[in-house]
């Protein structure tokens, strides 16, 4: 009769083992994709800050001057217009990707609460079998 309850009472371990380990490997795996996340939030927010102080400084420009812009490794002669456009392009395209990186993030950190509170549902329910 002992054996019997101490093989029943193993087993369940060995699924609180298993569950606890996956629950491990995903909060490791949407806390590096957070981080992850958040590092590409900080690097588009400084982009957009950089093109606003851009076109800040060639909006005190008279107009028809001519300025360069970079393309790659090169630098293209152009006119004000259209650099200050291709700026509020590369600003509206930034405020995209942050608003797309920062739904993800809130689906990440869903999935983990979630997964979290399946654990302890998990757990509940072994303490009220034994």
């Not at 490997?25 to 606003?52: E, G, N, P, Y």
């Not at 393309?71 to 293209?76: A, K, T």
């Amino acid at each position: 009769h002992f054996l019997k309850r101490l093989k029943m009472a193993s087993a369940p371990d060995m699924e609180l083992k298993k569950a606890f380990a996956e629950l491990q490997m995903k909060m490791v795996d949407a806390k590096q994709k957070i981080k992850l996340t958040d590092m590409q939030v900080d690097s588009f927010k400084r982009q957009i800050a950089h093109a606003k102080l851009t076109d800040k400084e060639i909006g005190a420009l008279p107009e028809g001057t001519k300025v360069y812009e970079s393309v790659g490794r090169m630098f293209l002669l152009s006119d004000i217009k259209a650099v200050r456009e291709g700026l509020d392009n590369k600003q509206s395209v930034c405020q995209d990707k942050i608003k797309n990186l920062e739904s993800n993030k809130t689906y990440l950190e869903n999935n983990i609460k979630e997964s979290e509170n399946n654990l302890r549902e998990l757990i509940t329910q072994k303490k009220s079998v034994i």
